[in-house]
């Protein structure tokens, strides 16, 4: 069993920036895929970035490439996520998702989740 808890979120003003960790517990996260997703209030859970257990491989939406960095440090059992150049639609509650295969985190039905961050860009 995989416990993730995130951190890292707050109140930021468009432009800025925050870095994400989402740590891992239970297991070592160095066999998982791991990514990131967010939802905004009334709406669905949105992926956001991708890394491949080795982290040879990164995957970003659209909307955030460019801004947005994921990266891993297995040594420590976390994820981060860099986030730059933050706008108020980036607004939203953001989770971090483990699975043994990326392609399910990539849509999003990935087998552990963590509880969320908050995340509030202000204009």
């Known amino acids: 069993q995989v416990q993730l808890v995130e951190s890292g979120g707050g109140l930021v003003q468009a432009g800025g920036s925050l870095r994400l960790s989402c740590a891992g517990s239970g297991h070592t996260l160095k066999t998982y895929a791991m990514g990131w997703f967010r939802q905004a209030p009334g709406q669905e859970r949105d992926f956001v970035a991708a890394?491949?257990?080795?982290?040879?491989?990164?995957y970003y939406a659209d909307s955030v490439k460019g801004r947005f960095t994921i990266s891993r440090d297995n040594a420590k059992n976390t994820v981060y996520l860099q986030m730059n150049s933050l706008k108020p639609e980036d607004t939203a509650v953001y989770y971090c998702?483990?699975?043994?295969?990326?392609?399910?985190?990539?849509?999003?039905?990935?087998?552990?989740w963590g509880q969320g961050t908050q995340v509030t860009v202000s204009s």
């Open positions: 998702a483990a699975d043994v295969m990326s392609s399910r985190i990539r849509r999003g039905t990935a087998v552990y």
């Open positions: 890394i491949t257990w080795s982290g040879d491989a990164l």
